[in-house]
């Protein structure tokens, strides 16, 4: 499975956990949709819930103006994922690459101004992981 498949999966996993409190397990399940067990999206889906709450006080911090509580469930989990690739993935994909697969799955799964919002906060992170 290519990276940007193990993201949007990992993505729709973590959005299914996010809201239904499924678990990780038959969310993961669930997102493969029959597709081949995947290691990349796996360490990404248990790496998010394993680092949430230092991940969600990283967003917290780098919000303007908004609560987690007022983001878009897609952009929330986004951010999730992204972040845990940025600064807990050691390092495996660069950063540009992290801030680039997040924007382009925001166009796919967020409304308008998802990919916009996705990269600002992004990029505030990103200054701060170097």
Not at 23 to 30: G, L, M, Q, Y
Not at 31 to 59: C, F, M, R
Not at 61 to 69: D, I, P, R, V
Not at 101 to 120: R, T
Request: aromatic letters at 6%; charged letters at 30%.
């Amino acid at each position: 499975m290519k990276r940007r498949t193990a993201r949007e999966k990992a993505l729709q996993a973590l959005f299914q956990i996010d809201l239904s409190q499924t678990d990780k397990e038959e969310a993961i399940v669930h997102a493969l949709d029959g597709e081949k067990q995947d290691a990349y999206l796996t360490s990404l889906v248990d790496g998010v819930l394993e680092n949430q709450q230092e991940i969600d006080e990283i967003i917290k911090k780098h919000l303007e103006n908004w609560t987690m509580e007022r983001l878009a469930n897609v952009d929330r989990n986004l951010l999730r994922l992204s972040i845990y690739e940025l600064l807990y993935a050691g390092g495996e994909v660069p950063a540009n690459v992290v801030m680039d697969e997040a924007v382009e799955i925001a166009k796919l799964y967020g409304d308008d101004q998802s990919s916009k919002f996705i990269n600002g906060v992004l990029s505030k992170i990103k200054k701060i992981s170097k």
